[in-house]
């Protein structure tokens, strides 16, 4: 019997079990963030008030496990990092509004690797507003993006609106880390073009959250000259498209006026109403910050000038004296197999 309006309403009702289910993870971590800070504290105390030694993180670790065996997380090393949480974040109230909206795991990688507070709650900030995974976090601190993001040199404060002006600066690095490619010197524009599209996942993950892929070499047509750009984007949260000229060697100058003729078409072409002004990226491989501030300086598109880093490949005096993949794998056939239990 056909039920009129029963497959909307199953539709409807999942979403609502998903977001319900989503919402008691979430609140089901902010309990266990919190009770580890609790742990932490109490801890903290009694050594710094009663004289405790560290040796009653290993007694209590025993103790917690024995009376809650079902439960993770109380091993030493653990109730270590509880106490070195309480002490880092003395502030409950900090721990409670911002430090418990993310997992304990992302918690622990922050403790690890970052010494400052203001980068840890940065991070944390960062965390939450991009939904990153424990990986993706530790692939942004090791990257250094605390101390890149919003270092660009752009002209956006005079081309801009105050609010897009200072969202846009924010949205751009330098330098970017293109780790992930492996060029050499003799390489060319479209051969980093080939590289980054071919790793389009990592490419859009050093870009940063909001940005949709247009595309490569993006025809135009001037007064029936062919122009290309090399990459196109579009911002979701800027609400505008971004220009990016890819770059092989240092800034030179003249590389922000043809910057400053893309975005004067792709205002003029693919602009809609409600769009904000297209923004220009010059990526170039070195740049001197004061030669791109005073080409900057006078246009009245927006663009900024990042530098790029990227793996280079090895000089061929030393190719040849690596192991091949053959012989790696014929070297690893013959190494002793360990059992995971010893």
Known sequence: ???????????????????AQVRA??????????????????????????????KVIERLAQDLRSAFPQMKGFSPRNLKYMRTFAEIYPDEQFVQQLVAQIPWGHNVRILDKVSSAREREWYIHKTIENGWSRNVLELQIDSGLYHRQGNAVTNFERTLAPNQSDLA????????????????????E??????????????????????????????????????????????LKLRCFVVIDLKMGKFMPEY???????????????????????????????????????????????????????????PEHLQGSLPTIEQLE???????????DT
């Open 25 to 54: 993870a979430l609140a089901v971590n902010r309990e266990l963030v919190l009770l580890y800070w609790q742990i932490g504290r109490e801890i903290l105390v009694r050594q710094q008030l009663q004289g405790w030694g560290t």
């Open 1 to 19: 019997m056909e039920l009129q309006g029963y497959d909307q309403l199953l539709v409807d009702l999942k979403e609502r079990i998903r977001t």
């Open 330 to 340: 014929s070297g690893l056939k013959d190494l002793p197999v360990e059992d995971p």
């Open 169 to 188: 600066q924010q949205l751009l690095k330098d330098p970017y880390n293109f780790d992930f490619l492996t060029l050499g010197q003799d390489a060319h």
């Open 256 to 314: 922000a006026g043809k910057m400053n003729f893309y975005l004067s078409v792709v205002d003029d072409r693919l602009r809609h109403e409600g769009d904000q002004p297209s923004i220009g990226l010059i990526l170039c491989r070195t740049e001197n910050r004061l030669v791109a501030e005073y080409a900057l300086r006078d246009l009245n598109k927006p663009i900024g000038v990042s530098a790029y880093q990227l793996t280079e490949s090895l």
């Open 190 to 235: 479209r051969d980093l073009e080939k590289g980054l599209l071919a790793h389009i996942r990592q490419f859009l993950l050093e870009l940063g959250a909001g940005f949709a892929f247009v595309g490569s070499q993006y025809h135009l047509e001037v007064g029936e000259e062919d122009f290309y750009i090399d990459l196109l984007f579009y911002h």
